[in-house]
């Protein structure tokens, strides 16, 4: 098959992560023209731009960047903000409408979802800890301390387990 190119025009950008959310059909792609951070949502399915979102900010202390994480199972679109040390949740399947912005530790890096159990898990560079957030009433539920900065985290939903990857500084 062809393959036709999208035709957005980025400018002088830097992209810097992009996540999918195949329930949905969306592409997320963190961008930062002029300094000013974006993530444009394009639908995969029609390689149109659905919505382009100021919303978050990468981390200006870690290379590494993971401030995206996808909830396909409840349609939500998560965006940590490094300079404000806080977490957005955008619905994802209603025109990411803002549901809660969320405090977060010092530096929030990177996001990560456990869809089984509905916890959000940050990872903040800057005070080297672990957020935990309850996913139904986006309350945090505890804070885990780490030896270093978390850069990226993953989760295993069939145990319900987490794991940071870390860089020293």
Do not use: C, W
């Amino acid at each position: 098959p062809t393959v036709a190119p999208l035709p957005l025009l980025l400018g002088a950008t830097a992209v810097n992560i992009i996540r999918a959310n195949r329930t949905l059909g969306h592409v997320y792609v963190g961008n930062q023209p002029s300094g000013n951070n974006q993530v444009l949502v394009i639908d995969a399915r029609t390689d149109t731009l659905v919505a382009s979102l100021t919303v978050g900010a990468p981390s200006t202390a870690i290379g590494t960047q993971s401030y995206l994480a996808v909830d396909e199972t409840r349609g939500r679109l998560y965006v940590a903000n490094f300079l404000t040390d806080t977490l957005t949740v955008l619905d994802a399947a209603n025109s990411y409408a803002v549901l809660a912005t969320i405090a977060t530790g010092d530096g929030p890096t990177a996001v990560a979802v456990d869809t089984t159990a509905n916890r959000i898990y940050v990872g903040n560079a800057n005070d080297k800890t672990l957020t935990f957030i309850d996913g139904s009433s986006f309350k945090v539920i505890g804070t885990l301390s780490l030896p270093m900065p978390p850069v990226a985290l993953a989760v295993d939903p069939a145990v319900s387990r987490i794991a940071a990857s870390a860089t020293s500084t």
